[in-house]
């Protein structure tokens, strides 16, 4: 009979406990997936807070509004639109950032939350990248420039020469400093060598209906087609790279001159940082059929947006080139952070 030597049984020992090893780890991690694809499968089993860091009425927030109906009957539960509107998005953006990570508080968020706001200011309660956790890229929109019909211009031209004729006079609604109204705003007046007089606002909803009483000359804005088409309102232009099937006859900056003010706002959605991948996924995949639906993609394109759905990767490699961007954007409009 052949004896096994020390050396032999010690390594038999150890092969075996090296084998019971792998094998507790490949439990583990299966057992780990199973309550990763339980927990997918469970979510969500309370309603969802969406907040959107703007004022009620505007386009984000109809955005949230139409796809969260939509995502809410498909997961069974409540999906609950929040607008915590001020501080060009920050006040929302924070909030979210430093709520539980479980997939139950989302943002709205938007190139001015994650891509301008990182370059006007100094100190952020938030870190663009390093705070959030990506889900979906929902869509962008080019920003029509609307005056209200008091004003003497029909044109571009007609309004730099105003502009120019009376310097400082012309008043011009915004949504607060890094907003896409701004931005446009920004980016209009550098390449003009105009002056404006900006009425600040938290957002679109409050701005538009003082446009049409005409406490306000014009705005760069993202949801007043139907005023245009209405006859309340007049567009002159749009910030978009060619022309809008919902409004043909409505050229782009570039046509009337000013080739430099190109310039598309987008929405996305994120939740806090460390929120379970399985539960990014299942909203990811939740929002993305939302926005196949007919219904939910006639009410976005409405006003000439362009739907750009992604994948959380995607959208977070995204995100990082759009900071890039518009770094250069802002440097090449001599905007100044605070």
Do not use: C
């Not at 019971?20 to 969500?44: I, K, N, T, V, Y």
């Not at 609604?173 to 907003?179: E, F, L």
């Amino acid at each position: 009979m052949r004896v096994e030597s020390n050396f032999q049984a010690r390594t038999r020992a150890h092969a075996r406990v090296a084998a019971d090893a792998r094998l507790a780890l490949w439990l583990g991690a299966a057992a780990l997936a199973a309550a990763g694809a339980a927990h997918a499968q469970s979510f969500p089993v309370k309603p969802v807070r969406w907040v959107v860091p703007y004022a009620p009425g505007g386009n984000t927030d109809m955005i949230a509004r139409v796809i969260g109906a939509r995502i809410g009957e498909a997961m069974g539960q409540q999906v609950i639109v929040e607008n915590r509107a001020g501080a060009a998005t920050l006040i929302g953006a924070e909030f979210v950032a430093r709520a539980a990570p479980d997939g139950y508080t989302l943002l709205l968020a938007t190139s001015t939350t994650l891509a301008i706001n990182p370059h006007l200011y100094r100190k952020l309660p938030y870190d663009s990248v390093n705070d959030f956790a990506p889900i979906t890229l929902i869509a962008r929109v080019p920003m029509v420039l609307v005056v209200h019909p008091s004003l003497p211009v029909k044109s571009v031209k007609d309004l730099v020469a105003l502009a120019r004729a009376r310097p400082g006079q012309i008043s011009n609604g915004t949504q607060g400093t890094g907003s896409p109204s701004y931005m446009a705003s920004e980016l209009f007046k550098s390449a003009a060598g105009i002056s404006l007089i900006d009425v600040p606002y938290k957002g679109s909803g409050p701005a538009v209906p003082d446009l049409l009483g005409g406490q306000i000359s014009m705005l760069f804005d993202n949801t007043s087609l139907a005023f245009v088409r209405a006859g309340r309102l007049r567009a002159l232009a749009h910030t978009g790279e060619a022309r809008m099937s919902v409004a043909p006859d409505v050229p782009t900056m570039r046509e009337a001159g000013f080739g430099s003010v190109v310039f598309y706002p987008w929405q996305g959605v994120v939740a806090p940082a460390r929120t379970p991948p399985e539960v990014v996924a299942r909203l990811n995949a939740e929002v993305v059929r939302a926005l196949k639906v007919p219904e939910v993609q006639s009410r976005i394109t409405a006003e000439g947006a362009e739907i750009l759905a992604a994948g959380p990767a995607e959208f977070g490699d995204y995100i990082r080139s759009e900071i890039g961007r518009f770094g250069k954007v802002i440097r090449d409009a001599g905007v100044k952070p605070e």
